[in-house]
C-alpha cells in the first residue's frame, strides 16, 4: 500500500484523471441499463437520471470509505490538518476523479446553464481536493467532508424516485426520513465539525481563510438545500413548483 501511495503523490493528477476515466466508463455501463419510461420521454429527465445513477454510485462507494476512514483512524477528526493515511489518499482521488468527470459531464453535455449550482459546488470541492493531494495538507479534512456522502445515497435515491413519479410509493416515504436523518447526522454535522475546527484553529493552520471561505459557502449552499428539502417533502404548499421539489431546475442545490 505504501508504494501505492507513493506513486499516487508522485502523479496526483494523472491519479485524478484516471479516475475520472474511470466514472465515465461507469456512465456509459449505466447507459446500458434500462430507464423508467417516465424518464425516457424527456431528454433532459433522461441525462439527468443517467447523471445521478454515477452520483449514487460514487456516494455508495466513497461514503463508507470515509466512514470506514474516520472509525478506523480516529485521529482524522483530530488533526484534520496533517494526517492522513494511503487508505484515505486514494479516497481523495477516487472522489476527485469523479467530481473532474461530473463537471465534464454538465459541461459537455450542454447543461452547464441550468446547473450552475452543480458547478460551483464542484469548483469549490475540487480546489480543496486538489490543494489536498498536492500538498498532503487537509486530507483528514477532506475525507471528514466525503462523510456527507452518506447522505447523498438517500439524497440521490430521492430524486431518482421523483424523476420515476415514484412519490406516492412506500419507498419514497421511508428514504425521505432516512434522508432527513443523514442530512443531519452526516450532511450538517460534518460541515459544522469542519467549520468549528477552522474557526478553532485559524491563527495557524495553513491557508485557513481560503478553506473557512470556502466552507462557509459550502454551509450557506446547504442549509438552503435542506429547507427546501424539508419544505418539499415534509411541508409542501399547494402551488409548490417542480423546480422547487428538487427534480431538474437552475434554481435548486443539488449536492455529490
Known amino acids: 500500500m505504501e508504494g501505492t501511495l507513493l506513486a499516487l ?21 449505466l447507459r446500458l441499463l434500462p430507464a423508467p419510461k417516465a424518464v425516457q420521454l424527456d431528454e433532459v429527465r433522461c441525462w439527468k437520471w443517467r447523471n445521478l445513477c454515477v452520483s449514487l ?5 466513497t461514503g463508507p470509505w470515509a ?46 446553464r441550468g446547473s450552475w449550482e452543480f458547478l460551483l459546488h464542484h469548483f469549490l470541492v475540487l480546489w480543496c481536493f486538489l490543494y489536498s493531494l498536492y500538498t ?14 452518506i447522505n447523498s445515497v438517500t439524497l440521490h435515491a430521492r430524486l431518482l ?34 467549520t468549528w475546527y477552522l474557526l478553532n484553529n485559524i491563527s495557524w ?24 428539502l424539508l419544505r418539499a417533502d415534509f411541508f409542501p404548499r399547494r402551488k409548490l413548483h417542480a423546480q422547487l421539489n428538487g427534480i431538474h431546475s437552475s434554481s435548486t442545490f443539488l449536492n455529490d
Open 57 to 61: 454510485v460514487h456516494a455508495m462507494l
Open 136 to 149: 498532503q495538507r487537509y486530507v483528514a479534512g477532506m475525507v471528514t467532508a466525503l462523510l456527507v456522502e
Open 67 to 112: 466512514v470506514t476512514c474516520v472509525c478506523l483512524w480516529p485521529e482524522m477528526l483530530n488533526n484534520i490538518h496533517s494526517y492522513y493515511t494511503p487508505v484515505s489518499y486514494l479516497l481523495l482521488c477516487v472522489s476527485s476523479g469523479y467530481f473532474v468527470q461530473d463537471t465534464g459531464d454538465i459541461l459537455f453535455s450542454g447543461h452547464a
Open 205 to 228: 493552520l495553513d491557508h485557513s481563510y481560503y478553506f473557512l471561505v470556502t466552507v462557509v459557502l459550502m454551509n450557506t449552499m446547504i442549509l438552503i438545500y435542506f429547507y427546501r
Open 161 to 194: 424516485l421523483k424523476l420515476a413519479g415514484a412519490q406516492a410509493s412506500q419507498l419514497y416515504q421511508t428514504n425521505k426520513l432516512l434522508n432527513l436523518f443523514t442530512y443531519i447526522t452526516f450532511r450538517l454535522s460534518a460541515q459544522f465539525y469542519l
Open 9 to 29: 503523490q508522485r502523479n496526483p493528477g494523472l491519479s485524478v484523471l484516471f479516475f475520472s476515466l474511470v466514472f465515465r466508463v461507469v456512465h456509459r455501463l
